[in-house]
């Protein structure tokens, strides 16, 4: 019974520590701060569909300062919304919400809107998740619009109506190898940092309206008893077949999945199912077993669609922020809003400014919940219930990524950080990463996957005051977080110091999983007579 008790005491303590580390400042130094950017019908990008894209790179930059300003740190953005693409596919054609017209390539010629749209969300430190609907494959039953390349004019069989769209048949393996190769060439040919799904595996159920899939269960079920199981076990075999083709072609890229914000209800399943009472909810309707995706480490993240306010009797937002992060399996757990409900008259409940900004500080007080996503980015660009200025006030502070350290990527080496001079824009701070010399290193750095995975991903620069290293996680602590891709060069101005004034500066190098190299060298210098003097 003594021990007993100490080993619910343990059990306690483990679970109020990291509550109180976080709970130090007002920002914890790892937050993930994302934005869902939707294409499909255009509700987010680009706002008119047209052929030149002149207008639309700028409004996408457009679009990325605002989410600078706010401090969001990751964009997830639909790249295929219905077996379409926002980029020149060799399995699918053009998608219309780009350019229009389905199959039309975009003004002028050679132009890859979705490496544009990477580079420049790279250019100002933030992650890039491709997102892809898997089984969509329209949103309407128009077929004679649908390009001569789109899948269902050259594989009839592959698909199945339902409701009002067309799907692709989860059971058929050609639409695994499909699917797979879709994703294959988007991580060979692009820079993303992450794949990622949404909530919809087999579509939310019609009342009054079976999925037509009877007859295929009763021609391929082998051994399985029954058709959930049998639905459920088809859309494992497409995830653990898409995560292993992510890994073994880019072992750095994520992949990730937003499903429904219920796994299952208490009622279906007491012993593990959730204090709710969801209408459908992911494994009993959808067919997607998350917890076992987690589990045998098949995905690197997940976003559960929370969007719940706190206090909904049905599915309590706290009540199931506290489900997730017990059910999260080790894995990166991120928390869904839904922003487009702020505001919204016919919901007294959304006409609270405070819901949002409760939220994500409910998030920062949850031991394994490591930041937010937001759907979607015209909600938040709207400013509804100054939601946008809360956000400013939120994430004003910069803060890095969560780490993913099971994603095995290697830790880099100290930067060296050189003299720091004073200058007409500031304190100059310059260092370059440090790399080893000769032999088969030099050969192999050279090669796009050997420097992917080795050079420093982005740079943190922490200031501190005084001639000492400081608190490390003390957000406050940062100065700069550079942009991604960093050269290995690097110069950054400070231009807030005193007269008088000892600081000391420190540079880190980040990997793509997220993880600091060593600390560099220390410079101290002191600012007297408009110049900086160097500190021992």
């Given at each position: 019974?003594?021990?007993?008790?100490?080993?619910?005491?343990?059990?306690?303590?483990?679970?109020?520590?990291?509550?109180?580390?976080?709970?130090?400042?007002?920002?914890?130094?790892?937050?993930?701060?994302?934005?869902?950017?939707?294409?499909?019908?255009?509700?987010?990008?680009?706002?008119?569909?047209?052929?030149?894209?002149?207008?639309?790179?700028?409004?996408?930059?457009?679009?990325?300062?605002?989410?600078?300003?706010?401090?969001?740190?990751?964009?997830?953005?639909?790249?295929?919304?219905?077996?379409?693409?926002?980029?020149?596919?060799?399995?699918?054609?053009?998608?219309?919400?780009?350019?229009?017209?389905?199959?039309?390539?975009?003004?002028?010629?050679?132009?890859?809107?979705?490496?544009?749209?990477?580079?420049?969300?790279?250019?100002?430190?933030?992650?890039?998740?491709?997102?892809?609907?898997?089984?969509?494959?329209?949103?309407?039953?128009?077929?004679?619009?649908?390009?001569?390349?789109?899948?269902?004019?050259?594989?009839?069989?592959?698909?199945?109506?339902?409701?009002?769209?067309?799907?692709?048949?989860?059971?058929?393996?050609?639409?695994?190898?499909?699917?797979?190769?879709?994703?294959?060439?988007?991580?060979?040919?692009?820079?993303?940092?992450?794949?990622?799904?949404?909530?919809?595996?087999?579509?939310?159920?019609?009342?009054?309206?079976?999925?037509?899939?009877?007859?295929?269960?009763?021609?391929?079920?082998?051994?399985?008893?029954?058709?959930?199981?049998?639905?459920?076990?088809?859309?494992?075999?497409?995830?653990?077949?898409?995560?292993?083709?992510?890994?073994?072609?880019?072992?750095?890229?994520?992949?990730?999945?937003?499903?429904?914000?219920?796994?299952?209800?208490?009622?279906?399943?007491?012993?593990?199912?959730?204090?709710?009472?969801?209408?459908?909810?992911?494994?009993?309707?959808?067919?997607?077993?998350?917890?076992?995706?987690?589990?045998?480490?098949?995905?690197?993240?997940?976003?559960?669609?929370?969007?719940?306010?706190?206090?909904?009797?049905?599915?309590?937002?706290?009540?199931?922020?506290?489900?997730?992060?017990?059910?999260?399996?080790?894995?990166?757990?991120?928390?869904?809003?839904?922003?487009?409900?702020?505001?919204?008259?016919?919901?007294?409940?959304?006409?609270?400014?405070?819901?949002?900004?409760?939220?994500?500080?409910?998030?920062?007080?949850?031991?394994?919940?490591?930041?937010?996503?937001?759907?979607?980015?015209?909600?938040?660009?709207?400013?509804?219930?100054?939601?946008?200025?809360?956000?400013?006030?939120?994430?004003?502070?910069?803060?890095?990524?969560?780490?993913?350290?099971?994603?095995?990527?290697?830790?880099?080496?100290?930067?060296?950080?050189?003299?720091?001079?004073?200058?007409e824009y500031g304190l100059k701070i310059s260092w370059h990463g440090?790399?080893?010399?000769?032999?088969?290193?030099?050969?192999?750095?050279?090669?796009?996957?050997?420097?992917?995975?080795?050079?420093?991903?982005?740079?943190?620069?922490?200031?501190?005051?005084?001639?000492?290293?400081?608190?490390?996680?003390?957000?406050?602590?940062?100065?700069?977080?550079?942009?991604?891709?960093?050269?290995?060069?690097?110069?950054?101005?400070?231009?807030?110091?005193?007269?008088?004034?000892?600081?000391?500066?420190?540079?880190?190098?980040?990997?793509?999983?997220?993880?600091?190299?060593?600390?560099?060298?220390?410079?101290?210098?002191?600012?007297?007579?408009?110049?900086?003097?160097?500190?021992?």
């Amino acid at each position: 019974m003594r021990n007993l008790i100490k080993i619910q005491l343990l059990l306690f303590l483990f679970c109020i520590i990291p509550q109180d580390i976080y709970g130090q400042y007002d920002t914890p130094k790892r937050e993930f701060r994302g934005v869902w950017v939707a294409t499909v019908v255009n509700i987010d990008y680009p706002p008119k569909a047209a052929k030149n894209t002149g207008v639309q790179k700028y409004e996408y930059i457009n679009m990325l300062e605002d989410f600078k300003q706010m401090g969001i740190n990751a964009v997830i953005f639909q790249v295929r919304p219905a077996a379409d693409a926002f980029y020149e596919s060799s399995f699918e054609p053009w998608s219309e919400y780009l350019t229009g017209t389905q199959g039309l390539a975009p003004e002028p010629k050679g132009y890859d809107p979705l490496e544009f749209m990477i580079e420049e969300a790279h250019k100002r430190g933030m992650e890039f998740h491709a997102w892809l609907n898997p089984y969509r494959a329209t949103f309407n039953l128009d077929t004679i619009n649908l390009a001569y390349k789109h899948p269902l004019n050259k594989h009839r069989d592959w698909f199945i109506k339902y409701g009002k769209r067309y799907y692709f048949k989860p059971h058929k393996h050609q639409v695994r190898d499909h699917i797979t190769n879709v994703i294959e060439e988007i991580v060979r040919k692009y820079d993303v940092d992450a794949i990622h799904f949404d909530d919809y595996f087999y579509p939310y159920k019609i009342q009054g309206l079976p999925f037509p899939d009877a007859q295929d269960f009763e021609q391929t079920k082998g051994a399985i008893g029954n058709i959930e199981d049998w639905r459920r076990q088809n859309v494992d075999l497409l995830i653990q077949q898409v995560s292993e083709k992510i890994k073994e072609v880019k072992p750095h890229v994520q992949f990730g999945i937003s499903p429904f914000g219920v796994w299952r209800n208490q009622s279906a399943d007491p012993r593990f199912g959730s204090n709710t009472n969801a209408g459908q909810t992911c494994f009993d309707d959808l067919y997607a077993d998350v917890l076992k995706w987690m589990r045998n480490e098949w995905i690197d993240y997940i976003v559960p669609q929370l969007y719940w306010h706190i206090g909904f009797n049905v599915a309590d937002h706290k009540t199931l922020v506290d489900w997730w992060a017990k059910n999260a399996f080790g894995r990166n757990l991120y928390i869904g809003h839904a922003a487009y409900k702020v505001g919204d008259p016919k919901n007294l409940d959304w006409l609270n400014p405070s819901e949002i900004p409760n939220q994500i500080q409910l998030n920062r007080a949850t031991f394994n919940t490591q930041g937010s996503a937001f759907f979607s980015a015209k909600s938040i660009r709207n400013n509804p219930l100054s939601l946008k200025d809360s956000l400013i006030e939120l994430y004003k502070k910069p803060v890095l990524h969560p780490e993913m350290k099971f994603l095995n990527i290697p830790i880099n080496k100290a930067p060296n950080l050189k003299k720091v001079k004073m200058s007409e824009y500031g304190l100059k701070i310059s260092w370059h990463g440090k790399k080893k010399k000769g032999g088969l290193f030099n050969f192999l750095r050279k090669t796009k996957e050997y420097s992917d995975r080795n050079k420093p991903y982005y740079y943190v620069v922490y200031k501190f005051e005084g001639d000492k290293l400081g608190d490390i996680e003390n957000p406050q602590n940062i100065l700069k977080i550079t942009e991604f891709d960093s050269k290995q060069n690097y110069t950054i101005y400070d231009p807030n110091f005193e007269e008088g004034q000892t600081v000391t500066y420190y540079v880190t190098g980040v990997n793509r999983q997220h993880t600091e190299g060593g600390f560099s060298n220390r410079r101290t210098v002191k600012v007297k007579n408009g110049k900086a003097k160097k500190r021992k």
